[in-house]
C-alpha cells in the first residue's frame, strides 16, 4: 500500500556534506513516524534518526550533532541531512516509515547508497 523511494546517495567526501530524500506514495491514511535506518553488509541494520507526524525527534548517538532529520507531513517525506561525514559512515541507508493505527505497520525503502571516502 505504501512505497518509499530514497534519493541523495552518492560519494562524498570525509567532513562534506549530503542530504537524502525520502518520498512516500500509495495508499495511506495516516503516516505516524519515519525514519532512516542504515546497514553494512554483514552487520546489522541501525537506526540513525526517526521523527514523529509531531516532530519528536529521536537521534542515534553516531548522529547527533552533524545529522538533521526533518519532514513534511503533507507531502509525507522526509529528509536527512548529514554533515560532517566521516568514513564510517558509509552504507545503505533506509527510510522507513511507520503506521499506528488502526494497526501497527512498518515500511522501508529500497536504499540509496552513501560512500564516504576520499
Known amino acids: 500500500q505504501v512505497q518509499l523511494v530514497e534519493s541523495g546517495g552518492g560519494l562524498v567526501q570525509p567532513g562534506g556534506s549530503l542530504r537524502l530524500s525520502c518520498a512516500a506514495s500509495?495508499?495511506?491514511?495516516?503516516?505516524?513516524?519515519m525514519g532512516w535506518y542504515r546497514q553494512v553488509p554483514g552487520t546489522q541494520r541501525e537506526l540513525v534518526a526517526t521523527?514523529?507526524?509531531?516532530?519528536?525527534?529521536n537521534y542515534a548517538n553516531i548522529a547527533k550533532g552533524r545529522f538533521t532529520i526533518s519532514r513534511d507531513n503533507a507531502t509525507n517525506t522526509v529528509y536527512l541531512q548529514m554533515n560532517s561525514l566521516k568514513p564510517e559512515d558509509t552504507a545503505v541507508y533506509y527510510c522507513n516509515a511507520q503506521v499506528w493505527a488502526p494497526r501497527k505497520y512498518e515500511y522501508w525503502g529500497q536504499g540509496t547508497q552513501v560512500t564516504v571516502s576520499s
Open positions: 500509495g495508499t495511506v491514511f495516516s503516516i505516524n513516524a
Open positions: 521523527i514523529t507526524s509531531g516532530g519528536s525527534t
